[in-house]
């Protein structure tokens, strides 16, 4: 049982959207339920039961248990659950882990003609961090730091006790974006316009909005506002810092233009923004001391 619930589930950082993390979920036998996102891959990880996809993009495929498969984001599938099920499935639209990213692109060179939509054994090590996991969940665990950890030591997991062919196997329909996904990461903060990220790429326009709309799911512009917001409420955290300061570093050339994205990413000015954050990074800091013995 989880200690100080309310806390927990009225942080911030409580996750509550599914469409990236873990999720627990069961399926009773019988009936069919559609399978897709056009935001995020899936990794489904069958525990127990039998399930048939039947694939509109792809051949069809049966997972049996201790089996995980891999379903790219943009596939539409419709799950038959042919036995009670039970199976854990872990959204994402990119790896956050820069040795995740470097290790995917690694496997392009046993990238040879498999088949799609390949399975993956269960061994003991996933075994115990898929039951870890389910407890976790169950128990209302539901935090976004957990989700990040839980994340990082999965592929931390996959890259120890399973081959580079293996995975290759799993991974191959997405294999090859790793590439264009780290150039976006690792500059969209430094250039001032999309135009610029498009040239780094060497990219028209129109292809580069076309590449980056398949492999993020969302219009460059939207992925960038989204990103940018989670920056800028961080950094608001720190107790010194001002909106002259936030403006300069996100590169907001007016006031104006600042206002327009706090009020539309946060609903709330400049300056409430960094009052309301501050006050949680105190509240934060605060429960972490309570109990504290003196020294």
């Not at 392009?108 to 939509?117: G, I």
């Not at 939207?222 to 403006?247: E, F, G, H």
């Amino acid at each position: 049982m989880i200690f100080y619930k309310k806390e927990h589930l009225s942080c911030i950082s409580y996750k509550t959207e599914e469409s990236d993390g873990f999720r627990h979920v069961k399926v009773a036998a019988g009936g069919k339920i559609e399978f897709y996102s056009a935001k995020a891959h899936s990794l489904v990880f069958l525990l127990d039961g039998l399930i048939y996809f039947d694939g509109t993009d792809a051949p069809d495929r049966r997972l049996i248990p201790r089996e995980a498969m891999l379903i790219p984001k943009g596939y539409t599938y419709t799950y038959d659950v042919r036995e009670d099920s039970e199976m854990v499935i872990f959204s994402f639209k990119i790896l956050r882990s820069v040795c995740d990213k470097l290790f995917i692109q690694r496997m392009l060179e046993h990238n040879e003609n498999f088949e799609p939509l390949g399975t993956l054994s269960f061994r003991p090590p996933l075994e115990n961090f898929l039951d870890t996991l389910v407890f976790y969940l169950n128990e209302g665990l539901n935090c976004e730091h957990l989700h990040e950890i839980k994340e990082k030591e999965l592929f931390l997991l996959l890259r120890a006790f399973y081959t580079r062919r293996e995975l290759s196997k799993l991974f191959h329909e997405i294999l090859g974006e790793s590439d264009f996904r780290s150039l976006i990461v690792q500059n969209y903060m430094k250039v001032k316009s999309i135009g610029e990220l498009a040239s780094l790429a060497n990219m028209g326009r129109t292809t580069f909005d076309s590449k980056f709309k398949s492999v993020f799911g969302i219009s460059a512009r939207q992925w960038i506002l989204v990103q940018t917001a989670k920056q800028v409420r961080m950094k608001a955290m720190d107790p010194d810092i001002t909106i002259n300061d936030l403006m300069t570093e996100f590169n907001f050339n007016s006031a104006t233009h600042f206002n327009w994205f706090c009020r539309k990413q946060f609903q709330c000015t400049p300056l409430e923004l960094i009052r309301n954050c501050q006050k949680m990074a105190a509240s934060k800091s605060g429960r972490r001391s309570f109990g504290k013995r003196n020294k």
